[in-house]
């Protein structure tokens, strides 16, 4: 069974930026879609974004377009979020988690659910 | 973007009970892109059906999911006490991916 490996909790000053890592055991890497999504102290799930392992196209909510980058190294099997300008509004768990991609008339999507998660890891954005 | 609803929010029940959850979305959706997840404290989301009706792996057969089109419900057919926990439904097939604000699921 793949496993998804999120680097460790970190604390930041409002204004700084963060980068969170989720590494994959799995060869087959590029197969799948790579997600991104947060959870603030005691509320719910909010999607962040995607990247496509493959080719590297990413998809972000329009909430967080101006200010998360997300990345891939296969070389690595690793993804990478980068979530600049943080405010005590970010204080949350990062969960990657991983999909199947669906293709069909010439677009290819999320589908099958998220059924590989990381661990997550909690950024804490203090002053 | 789909704006997925869901009832209750909270849903008293005993084990061995049956419990239906609901989630109804603001625009159709295929059931190839609708999942549940299971989530704990202290824990990740876990994948419990996908594509509307589909158990993901491990998961016990008290659990199923229906629905098409707006209205998805989970039903868990005779609850267990490992069974309390927060659901959330969500959609995969239009960006940005939404989830519903859960319903907690909890021991009466």
């Known amino acids: 069974q793949m496993q998804l490996v999120q680097s460790g909790a970190e604390m930041k000053q409002p204004g700084a930026s963060v980068k969170v890592s989720c590494k994959a055991s799995?060869?087959?890497?590029?197969?799948?879609?790579f997600h991104w999504v947060r959870q603030a102290p005691g509320q719910g799930l909010e999607w962040i974004g995607l990247?496509?392992?493959?080719?590297?196209?990413?998809r972000r909510a329009q909430k967080f377009q101006r200010r998360v980058t997300l990345t891939r190294d296969t070389s690595r099997a690793t993804v990478y979020m980068d979530l600049s300008s943080l405010g005590s509004e970010d204080t949350a768990v990062y969960y990657c988690?991983?999909?199947?991609?669906?293709?069909?008339?010439?677009?290819?999507?999320?589908?099958?659910?998220?059924?590989?998660w990381g661990q997550g890891t909690a950024v804490t954005v203090y002053s | 973007e789909i704006l997925l609803t869901q009832s209750p929010g909270t849903l008293s029940l005993s084990p061995g009970e049956r419990a239906t959850l609901s989630c109804r979305a603001s625009q159709s959706i295929h059931n190839r892109y609708l999942a549940w997840y299971q989530q704990k404290p202290g824990q990740a989301p876990r994948l419990v059906i996908f594509?509307?009706?589909s158990r993901a792996s491990g998961i016990a057969d008290r659990f199923s999911g229906s629905g098409s089109g707006t209205d998805f419900t989970l039903s868990i057919s005779r609850l267990e006490p490992e069974d309390f926990a927060v659901y959330y439904c969500?959609?995969?097939?239009?960006?940005?991916?939404?989830f519903g604000q859960g319903t907690r699921l909890e021991i009466k």
């Open positions: 988690a991983k999909s199947q991609r669906y293709c069909g008339g010439g677009s290819c999507y999320s589908a099958f659910g998220m059924d590989v």
């Open positions: 594509s509307a009706s």
């Open positions: 990247v496509n392992a493959y080719t590297g196209e990413t």
């Open positions: 969500q959609q995969l097939g239009s960006s940005p991916i939404t």
């Open positions: 799995t060869y087959l890497f590029t197969t799948y879609n």
